[in-house]
Every structure is written in structure tokens, then in C-alpha cells.
């Protein structure tokens, strides 16, 4: 099966529950997963699918733990077009910057020529308390697109 990189943007630690209860998924199902919550891009494999959990910080900034990541992708501008990631978001709809750094994020890698495999999970954390809940309805679909 697939080795899959989990990469977190957290905060207050939403996305690192979502990539745990993720891992404990992808793991029923024969997947390697692999949790990184301080990402540092000089250390990540590009031959993995990356999926990015990212909660949106202050006016749609990314937070801390993933500034250093998102930093050297723009400075460093590499080369992904072997890269296939996916993105799940984590913000509240009741700020104009709902899931900013998600999309940012998303942006970014596709402008450096990765692939998104499915489509990107937005999570309202004002209307979806449990972060976990919704991500298992997404996982239901997503999984196709490993298994495909």
C-alpha cells in the first residue's frame, strides 16, 4: 500500500487530532502514515503523498509550527511536479480568512507543479465542533483516489 506524509499547521492542536485519527485510518486500511508536526521541507519526502492539515491563524496566516515550511517553499521555489498532495483546512466561516492558509497552501504547491489528488476538505469549526467527524465523511471518498 501507500506511504502517506501527514504534515500539520496547528495551533491548538485541531489538525494534530485530525492527522492522528487520519493516521488511524489510513493505517485500518494497510497505508503507512507518517506524522510530521514541525514540517521542515529539507526533510520531507516528495515521493509520498503529502496530505496537509492546516488550521488558519489570525488574519489567514499560517500557523507557527508550519511558517518555516511554507517559508522555504517560497523561497526556495523546488521543483514538485512528482509531488501529489492533498489539503484539509481547518477554520470558523465567521471570518472573511475561512480556511485561508489552506488555500495559500494549496496555491502554492500547485504553482510549483504538485498534483492535488481529490478535492480539499474546508472544515467549519463553528458548525463542526468535532474537526474528526467531517473528515471521516471526506476520508470515505478520498480513499478512492489511494486505492485507484
Not at 485519527?21 to 514541525?38: K, M, R, S, Y
Not at 518555516?68 to 498532495?85: D, G, R, S, T, V
Not at 485561508?100 to 494549496?106: G, L, T, W
Request: charged content about 15%.
Amino acid at each position: 500500500m501507500s506511504t502517506i506524509t501527514l504534515i500539520t499547521g496547528s495551533t491548538l492542536g485541531g489538525a494534530e487530532y485530525v492527522a492522528d485519527h487520519v493516521a488511524e485510518l489510513l493505517t485500518a486500511q494497510g497505508h503507512h502514515a507518517n506524522i510530521i508536526n514541525q514540517p521542515q521541507l529539507a526533510q520531507l519526502n516528495q515521493d509520498t503523498l503529502w496530505l496537509i492539515i492546516c488550521s488558519t491563524h489570525g488574519a489567514g496566516d499560517y500557523p507557527d509550527n508550519f511558517m518555516a515550511f511554507a517559508n522555504a517553499l517560497n523561497q526556495q521555489q523546488p521543483n514538485l511536479k512528482q509531488l501529489k498532495f492533498a489539503i484539509i483546512g481547518l477554520g470558523d466561516s465567521n471570518y472573511d480568512t475561512f480556511c485561508a492558509a489552506a488555500k495559500n497552501i494549496e496555491a502554492l504547491l500547485t504553482q510549483l507543479g504538485a498534483t492535488r489528488v481529490g478535492e480539499r476538505l474546508d472544515i467549519d469549526v463553528s458548525i463542526t465542533p468535532v474537526p474528526e467527524d467531517a473528515t471521516e465523511i471526506w476520508f470515505e471518498d478520498w480513499q478512492n483516489y489511494l486505492n485507484g
